[in-house]
Every structure is written in C-alpha cells, then in structure tokens.
C-alpha cells in the first residue's frame, strides 16, 4: 500500500511547497509556522489522496499490486477508498481550524478548492481525465502550481507576480517530467490501453512538445528580469541546464534509433525538475 501512495511525488510535493512557503519571508511577510505545517499536512494529504483515487477507479484488468487475487484486489481498493476519503475529510477538518483561527483569504479557499477539484476529477468517473490524456497535466498542475500557491498563500494571503513567474516554468518542467516517464512506462501503457499523454498525442508530437517545454521553462526563468525581478533569484534555476540539455539529447537519440537508457532518462528528468526547485528554494530560504 505504501507504494500506492507514490513516495516520489510526495517528496515533489513536499519540496514545491518549502518553495512556496520561502517566498513571503523574502518579501517582507512574518514566518507563521503553525499554517505552514497544517498546509504541509493538506498538501501530502491531498497527493496521497489523489494517488490512491487513482488505483481504486484503475480500470479492472490491470493489477493493483503483483500476485494479488480477485478477493485481496477488490478489499484493497476498498481500504483506498475508504482511506481517501478520510483524508479528504481530515483536510477539511484542517481548513476549518485554518480558518477559525488564522487568516484564510478568499484566494486560499479557491485554491484548496481547486486542488479538490482536481483530485476527483482525475480520477473518478464519469471524468477521469487520468484516462483521457491529461493525468500527467493535472499532476505537473497539482505539484508545481496549487501545492507551492498553497503554501505561499497561507503564508502571505494573496497571489505575487513574482510567485505565478516562478512556478510557470516549473509546472513546465514538470509536465516534461512526466511525459518522460510516459515513455518509460510506454509497452505496459500499450498493453493496458492506459490514456495517457504520451499514446494520446502519439511519440511524433510528443517529442516536440517536450523539447518545448524545456524551452519555454528557461527562456521564462531568463526573461524575469524584464518583469523586474533580479536575476539572482532565478539565476540557480541556470545550474540544471546542462541536465536539461541532456535530456533533450537522450531523446533525439533515442528517435533516431539508440538503444534507450529509461532509468538514465528518467533521472536525468527527476534531476532537472527536482533540483530546479530545490535551487530556487535554498535560494529564497537563504535570504
């Protein structure tokens, strides 16, 4: 059950959050730790959340978890079930207290509802737009964007232009993340008849759309000066290009027929957006 809960996006989630959360104190707003660990514990509750609705609608002839018999499957999906909605029940307990007693903007509502929104409607039909091609968007939305928004609203309250420049080109790099692990995941994908991103756009338009995203993600990081930031708030995010450049290469490689090295690719991906946010985190907790 534990790898249900997806530990990798946890620690993503966890990391954009300490993201968000160092923002306000750079822009003059006072630390409050109370809000932070309550919104560090909405936003792993929600992931987890989100993960686990997204094994109990798993469409019936693919496997849970290796071994697992027809009885075990279906009392497993249950428990998922069951232990959803207790977190979901639990964040809402933990907005409630927010609210009673700390400082809930109307733009902190919208975003919790929001994240709520897409924890249903990725998974539980009749949407389930995790099998329509836009599982791995709502995850780069939910990891790189709510979840640090989060963490700096209950921080400062409302949105900063500075805030929305940073986490653009991160969702950026995470949809290329997890388009890359699309094609890792691609003959299981085939034979399940999963609906994910990568068989829904097919590999000829995949490949320019990720190389895109890359683009965009630095050319953004480059031009925030223009918006009137200083560039050494952004400069760390410059540390990854290599790996970034990297990564391009492994793929054209491997379109025009090298032997693919998934687990190089993948980590050279996790690299490039895991260790983007943790630059510009240390960064942002360091001033």
């Not at 979901?88 to 109307?106: D, E, M, R």
């Not at 509802?113 to 995850?139: A, D, K, W, Y």
């Not at 780069?140 to 940073?166: D, K, N």
């Not at 050279?268 to 240390?282: D, E, K, P």
């Amino acid at each position: 059950m534990f790898r249900l809960t997806r530990p990798l996006h946890l620690l993503l989630a966890a990391l954009t959050y300490l993201l968000g959360a160092s923002i306000p104190a750079y822009l003059g707003k006072p630390f409050q730790p109370i809000p932070f660990v309550l919104g560090l514990v909405i936003a792993l509750l929600a992931q987890i959340s989100m993960s686990y609705l997204r094994e109990v609608f798993r469409p019936h002839n693919e496997p849970l978890i290796g071994g697992e018999t027809p009885q075990k499957k279906e009392t497993l999906r249950n428990n998922l079930l069951y232990t959803s909605i207790g977190m979901i029940g639990t964040i809402a307990v933990i907005v409630f207290l927010i609210y009673l007693n700390f400082n809930l903007s109307l733009t902190t509502f919208q975003f919790l509802l929001f994240s709520l929104i897409l924890i249903l409607i990725s998974s539980i039909p009749p949407f389930q737009l995790v099998n329509r091609g836009f599982g791995e968007l709502i995850l780069a939305v939910h990891i790189a964007y709510i979840i640090p928004s989060l963490a700096f609203l209950l921080q400062a309250g409302e949105m900063s232009r500075l805030l929305t420049t940073l986490l653009l080109p991160l969702s950026a790099l995470a949809l290329a993340y997890f388009l890359v692990i699309n094609f890792t995941t691609f003959p299981d994908d085939q034979k399940y008849e999963r609906g994910t991103l990568l068989r829904r756009i097919t590999w000829e338009r995949a490949l320019p759309l990720h190389h895109s995203l890359i683009i965009f993600a630095y050319l953004t990081f480059a031009i925030a000066p223009l918006f009137g930031f200083a560039l050494r708030l952004v400069a760390p995010a410059f540390l990854t290009l290599p790996f970034a450049i990297f990564q391009i290469l492994q793929l054209r490689a491997i379109a025009n027929g090298s032997p693919p090295n998934w687990r190089l690719l993948a980590s050279t991906s996790l690299a490039v957006f895991g260790l983007t946010t943790y630059f510009l985190t240390l960064t942002f907790w360091l001033r």
